[in-house]
């Protein structure tokens, strides 16, 4: 019998204690120590697994590992904000702070994108049909029956 994986959490509680005296500390040497050994992992994983899980892709970085570098930096921006006596765990804090950033990012370039598309190469394209309905009393399935005896 096959004993199953456990998977490795990447931002347990040492993380968020971590954070924790990553605010309460003014040296900056304490502070580049406890975030490059506890806390850096953390939130590279965490934008790593948003990033993929939401597909977040209209970026205009061409490579994916330089979104992440964006995000953690606007999460070290705000990690001072985080406070424990809140009610949130750190994961869910930061993690909707990362979703929130990726979903302003995100709508931001897909509608730079659009915006920037030539919509008169789109009409005029030979393998898509963009014609629209004439007749709006035909159902759905008719419209589709008539496409489909169209393409036959």
Known sequence: MKKKR??????????EDAIVRYNSTSDVIEKNQIYEEEIHYAFFKLTQNII?????????????????????IFLLSKIHLFNPHNGAKAYS?????VKRWLILYNDKNYNKKIASSPVDDLIH???HSYVLETNPQKDKLSNFIDLYVEYV
Request: hydrophobic residues 25%.
């Open 125 to 127: 394209d030979e393998k």
């Open 52 to 72: 993929h899980t939401f597909k977040f892709y209209h970026t205009e970085v061409e490579n994916l590992e330089h979104l992440q570098h964006e995000i953690i």
């Open 93 to 97: 804090y930061f993690g909707t702070i």
């Open 6 to 15: 456990e998977k490795r959490r990447y931002f347990t509680q040492e993380t």
